[in-house]
């Protein structure tokens, strides 16, 4: 048995969460339901037009919202990641400490400028709009990796986000590449993936490794795939992924264990806020494909997770919903 369940390359974000009040109070200049990667100057436009709001701040950043959740379940994971030396970077670097997440950043160099950080604008009706500054990110690195970590993983975790970025492809490229040395499955989360420079032509340099797994939603598989029939988007994601996952908000879960689809149904919920909902299900599921659940199971256990985060602001389950899952686990899907 392998030390991690997962190792993780992904972003350092720390989030600004706004949560508006009215319709009315929608900046006109930003289009909901966007990723957008910004500069310093934009950032300061967006948060003037945003001065009447006081923001939720919390660590973030796919990797660590999944990674979380494993650790949180009793799990062991390494991520790496990069952070500059700045009250952001010691932040984030504690906030990894204290959930349990084993990181590069115990030994590796920080970054010159500052931590990346994400502006997330989230309506009444729980849409959001996400304005991104990476700042350290793009100094990610191949020395960042830790390859003994990597071998005693049972699963490489990347976020699209960062696999596209072009600072950082050497850094994926190692890791992959440490990956099928090291018989790691190696698994891809489309999230986030409508950004600026994304394209489905733009990951062949990676998908060419082998996917296991792939998680992402309807909309985009939609946009990866260039189409939005289900049953065409099910059938193209077989060429990228021996396994994948497609989740469809309130709908239908679709899974694909590499033989059979299955239709897990999702658990009904008042949705507050939808940011981190597909980090929650990737970190239960892995947790339950990893611990002895069936692709199946691990749905269920999936669709659960997602059910709790979104009932609250943060993009993360608390302590008391870790343990709501930990005992909806035993009882619904043993090992």
């Known amino acids: ?4 369940q997962v190792y993780a390359v992904g972003m350092a974000i720390v989030d600004y969460e706004f949560q508006l009040t009215s319709k009315a109070d929608w900046p006109p200049e930003i289009e909901k339901g966007t990723t957008v990667l910004i500069d310093g100057q934009k950032e300061k436009a967006v948060l003037k037009s945003l001065a009447q709001f006081t923001p939720h701040q919390a660590c973030g950043g796919t990797s660590a919202n999944t990674l979380s959740v494993i650790s949180g379940l009793g799990g062991r994971v390494f991520c790496s990641c990069k952070v500059a ?32 950080r994400c502006l997330i604008l989230i309506d009444t009706e729980g849409e959001k709009s996400l304005y991104t500054q990476l700042g350290a990110n793009h100094s990610l690195t191949p020395a960042d990796l830790k390859p003994a970590a990597l071998q005693n993983s049972e699963y490489l975790f990347i976020e699209t986000f960062l696999a596209t970025l072009p600072s950082s492809k050497a850094t994926i ?52 795939c260039e189409t939005d029939d289900l049953e065409t988007i099910k059938e193209s994601l077989k060429k990228h992924a021996r396994q ?18 299955f239709a897990i149904p999702t658990y009904p919920t008042t949705a507050i806020n939808t940011t981190g909902a597909g980090d ?21 256990i999936g669709n659960f997770a997602a059910a709790q985060v979104v009932k609250k602001a943060g993009a993360r389950l608390d302590k008391q919903d870790l343990e709501t899952l930990a005992a909806f686990m035993q009882a619904s899907a043993p090992a």
């Open 244 to 261: 994948f996952i497609i989740t469809r908000g309130a709908k239908d879960t679709i899974l694909f264990d590499g033989e059979t689809f």
């Open 85 to 116: 030396e700045d009250e952001s970077g010691r932040l984030y670097h504690q906030n990894l400490r204290s959930h349990g997440i084993e990181s590069n950043l115990d030994s590796s160099a920080k970054a010159t400028g500052n931590t990346g």
């Open 280 to 300: 929650a299900f990737a970190g239960a599921f892995l947790h339950a494909l990893t611990t002895g659940r069936n692709f199946a199971q691990a749905g269920i």
């Open 1 to 4: 048995m392998k030390t991690y």
């Open 173 to 224: 490229t190692a890791a992959l590449q440490m990956a099928k040395e090291f018989s790691c499955k190696i698994a891809l989360t489309l999230t986030a993936c409508k950004t600026p420079g994304f394209s489905p032509s733009r990951l062949a340099d990676f998908t060419q490794h082998g996917l296991d797994l792939l998680f992402c939603n309807e909309l985009e598989a939609a946009y990866f």
